[in-house]
């Protein structure tokens, strides 16, 4: 018994019925439908073996990838099976600009956007892999006089080709979706463990509840929606329950979700625009100005393609993991402590299995024995001693560092002696205890001493160094009595004059010159005072220093005659010495001298300078030592200091 469709195929508009295959008879006068016939017959059972056996989806390759940076969609070879059971071969690597592809739908991606556009309008396109012959190989063909030039050959094969298009819509997947929603809802009922296990009407029940909607429908249901809601609770299966629930699947759900091509009410004709493979979904975000895509916006999800895998790989997937058995042997638990492990059995353990446990333990420390029979020997490592305690003792802790019951002290009977006055304190003997209101009975007060008399004679005037005294006098000195106090004595030593008038004559010892100062100057020691004087320049002038590697040159330009040396001392400091002449009477008395430096200040070439020493050289000549440093190497540059030296002068007397 057969029901099937009617097919068109063929180099021409032949209409066949691919459930009939031809009857060859000896003297049969074959023509051009009898082969097209005969190939749609075997065309519709390998479709048919391929559609109703293996499924549909991508077979191998076609991995769809955007180029970075552009809007450019690539697919590389491969091979599908189309939902008409058709196989599709793609040969080469294929590509699409996306911005293209909206310029030439340009109404229906605006119509996509709907009125008003958001700015960008986000837009969703599939990527759709479906089969197409193509009619190739022209060869000349017989016909009536006067035909067109196109009449004169006609196609002598079909060659297998695809379509591989971007498209607004994506292909119906009803079968594939109603697969993967069926699998993950048996998926999610646990293994019957309870005995005996649960009948099969009930559990046929639940699955047909879960698929109402589509079994008996009201409204239409959702589209990719079919096994509605979770398993109910306490829903589990076994084997023969599996084997049911596929029975079901085949029997009722199936027929309901199934591709509709082929064999079965409501067939489709293959080929049309329902007959293709999604490979991808391209999630996109358009400038509907100029329709062109932003290219950071663009997400790839291939989480719909349907994938068809070999039977040699759900072979190996199935060897590599097989039903597990129910163990033989136990792993017995016989000692506290054990880590954890996952285990490496692929065996499963029986619901009403036991690993035993072991011995329980003898505890040790400050509780010992077994576990039933514990005793307390020690509290924190003390020891408690054996002895029995009687009723009100406590644990107290002995001379020997161990807990001994110990009887607790006992309130007085009697009341302890009088105090008297300068008695002295007793610890006690006495093991009882004072109670919280006991009492001691106090002596009687001392008679008060006599109260002293005022004094009526004045105190003794002070004098400067004497010592303090208690006295001897039993009066009381009066409120507003007043002691004499001696004069001031005279100052001497470097001050002098009284304390009210003090004047300075000397330092530390040094004499104080009678010269009279004035404003600005300062004291230096001649050698027997120190004399009022002021500092006068004597010498000035520029000194200008060149380093060029290890060369030096320095000149100076001073008030006077003098010449300079430099010398390096590393590589970011320098010494320059100047040496001044014809300075008058450079070794006499007035041969105390400062100095002042001030270098000339580059940004490019910042450098310091800081003064060594000054000191007299002859008569008439005196050596001025200072050094150029910089932070880091000195520069190979022009580095100018300018530099002032005073003399003292001392006041003339």
């Known amino acids: 018994m057969a029901c099937c469709g009617n097919t068109i195929t063929g180099a021409g508009s032949v209409a066949v019925d691919d459930g009939k295959r031809v009857n060859y008879v000896q003297g049969m006068l074959l023509g051009v439908d009898d082969f097209v016939q005969e190939q749609a017959y075997h065309r519709a059972r390998q479709h048919e073996l391929a559609r109703e056996l293996l499924g549909y989806g991508t077979v191998r390759g076609l991995r769809v990838t955007v180029d970075a940076g552009t809007a450019r969609v690539r697919v590389t070879p491969g091979m599908a099976w189309t939902p008409s059971g058709a196989p599709v071969c793609v040969g080469s690597e294929q590509c699409c600009d996306i911005n293209a592809w909206l310029a030439s739908h340009r109404d229906a991606v605006r119509a996509a956007f709907g009125s008003p556009a958001p700015s960008p309008a986000p837009l969703t396109l599939h990527v759709v892999l479906s089969y197409r012959d193509c009619a190739v190989d022209a060869v000349p063909?017989?016909?009536?006089?006067?035909?067109?030039?196109?009449?004169?050959?006609?196609?002598?094969?079909?060659?297998?080709?695809?379509?591989?298009?971007?498209?607004?819509?994506?292909?119906?997947?009803?079968?594939?979706?109603?697969?993967?929603?069926?699998?993950?809802?048996?998926?999610?009922?646990?293994?019957?463990?309870?005995?005996?296990?649960?009948?099969?009407?009930?559990?046929?029940?639940?699955?047909?509840?879960?698929?109402?909607?589509?079994?008996?429908?009201?409204?239409?249901?959702?589209?990719?929606?079919?096994?509605?809601?979770?398993?109910?609770?306490?829903?589990?299966?076994?084997?023969?329950?599996?084997?049911?629930?596929?029975?079901?699947?085949?029997?009722?759900?199936?027929?309901?979700?199934?591709?509709?091509?082929?064999?079965?009410?409501?067939?489709?004709?293959?080929?049309?625009?329902?007959?293709?493979?999604?490979?991808?979904?391209?999630?996109?975000?358009?400038?509907?100005?100029?329709?062109?895509?932003?290219?950071?916006?663009?997400?790839?999800?291939?989480?719909?393609?349907?994938?068809?895998?070999?039977?040699?790989?759900?072979?190996?997937?199935?060897a590599q993991n097989p039903a597990p058995e129910p163990a033989t042997s136990v792993v017995a638990e016989t000692a506290y402590g054990q880590l954890a492990t996952a285990g490496t059995g692929s065996a499963y353990a029986r619901a009403d299995h036991s690993h035993g446990t072991p011995p329980l333990p003898v505890l040790a420390g400050d509780a010992t024995g077994p576990v039933g029979t514990t005793s307390v020997v020690r509290l924190r490592g003390r020891t408690i001693e054996a002895t029995a305690p009687s009723p009100g003792d406590v644990l107290a802790l002995s001379s020997t560092n161990t807990w001994a019951p110990k009887a607790m002290p006992q309130p007085a009977g009697s009341v302890p002696a009088g105090l008297s006055f300068g008695g002295a304190g007793v610890v006690g003997t006495n093991a009882t205890y004072a109670r919280a209101d006991h009492v001691h009975p106090l002596p009687a007060l001392p008679p008060a001493p006599p109260v002293p008399p005022a004094a009526t004679t004045p105190p003794t005037t002070l004098a400067f160094g004497d010592t303090a005294a208690v006295g001897t006098e039993t009066a009381y000195a009066r409120a507003d009595h007043r002691h004499g106090a001696a004069s001031l004595p005279a100052l001497g030593g470097d001050v002098t004059g009284q304390i009210g008038n003090v004047r300075v004559v000397r330092l530390r010892g040094v004499p104080l010159a009678k010269n009279e100062p004035v404003p600005g100057q300062l004291l230096m020691f001649?050698?027997?005072?120190?004399?009022?004087?002021?500092?006068?320049?004597?010498?000035?002038?520029?000194?200008?220093?060149?380093?060029?590697?290890?060369?030096?040159?320095?000149?100076?330009?001073?008030?006077?005659?003098?010449?300079?040396?430099?010398?390096?001392?590393?590589?970011?400091?320098?010494?320059?010495?100047?040496?001044?002449?014809?300075?008058?009477?450079?070794?006499?008395?007035?041969?105390?001298?400062?100095?002042?430096?001030?270098?000339?200040?580059?940004?490019?070439?910042?450098?310091?300078?800081?003064?060594?020493?000054?000191?007299?050289?002859?008569?008439?000549?005196?050596?001025?030592?200072?050094?150029?440093?910089?932070?880091?190497?000195?520069?190979?540059?022009?580095?100018?200091?300018?530099?002032?030296?005073?003399?003292?002068?001392?006041?003339?007397?």
């Open 141 to 318: 063909i017989p016909g009536e006089p006067c035909r067109s030039d196109d009449d004169l050959s006609a196609p002598s094969r079909l060659a297998d080709g695809f379509r591989l298009e971007l498209r607004l819509d994506a292909p119906p997947q009803r079968e594939e979706m109603a697969v993967r929603d069926f699998a993950d809802w048996i998926a999610r009922v646990p293994v019957d463990t309870g005995s005996p296990p649960q009948g099969e009407a009930d559990f046929l029940a639940a699955l047909r509840a879960a698929a109402m909607a589509w079994l008996a429908p009201t409204s239409p249901p959702p589209p990719e929606d079919f096994m509605l809601g979770l398993p109910p609770p306490g829903l589990e299966t076994t084997d023969s329950l599996l084997r049911a629930a596929l029975r079901l699947w085949t029997t009722e759900l199936r027929p309901l979700w199934r591709a509709r091509f082929g064999c079965g009410p409501g067939a489709t004709a293959p080929g049309g625009a329902d007959d293709a493979v999604l490979l991808a979904t391209l999630q996109l975000q358009v400038a509907p100005e100029d329709l062109q895509v932003v290219l950071a916006s663009i997400v790839l999800d291939e989480s719909r393609r349907p994938v068809l895998l070999s039977l040699r790989m759900v072979q190996e997937l199935i």
């Open 526 to 653: 001649d050698g027997k005072n120190w004399v009022p004087g002021g500092v006068e320049p004597f010498s000035s002038g520029i000194v200008a220093v060149e380093p060029a590697g290890n060369a030096l040159g320095a000149t100076v330009t001073a008030s006077g005659p003098a010449r300079a040396k430099a010398t390096r001392l590393n590589a970011a400091t320098l010494e320059v010495v100047v040496e001044l002449r014809e300075i008058a009477d450079a070794d006499g008395p007035r041969k105390g001298f400062t100095g002042h430096l001030t270098p000339e200040w580059s940004d490019k070439t910042p450098v310091l300078a800081y003064l060594r020493r000054i000191e007299v050289a002859a008569a008439d000549a005196v050596l001025l030592s200072f050094v150029i440093f910089a932070s880091g190497e000195l520069p190979n540059s022009l580095h100018r200091v300018h530099f002032t030296l005073h003399r003292f002068v001392p006041v003339q007397g």
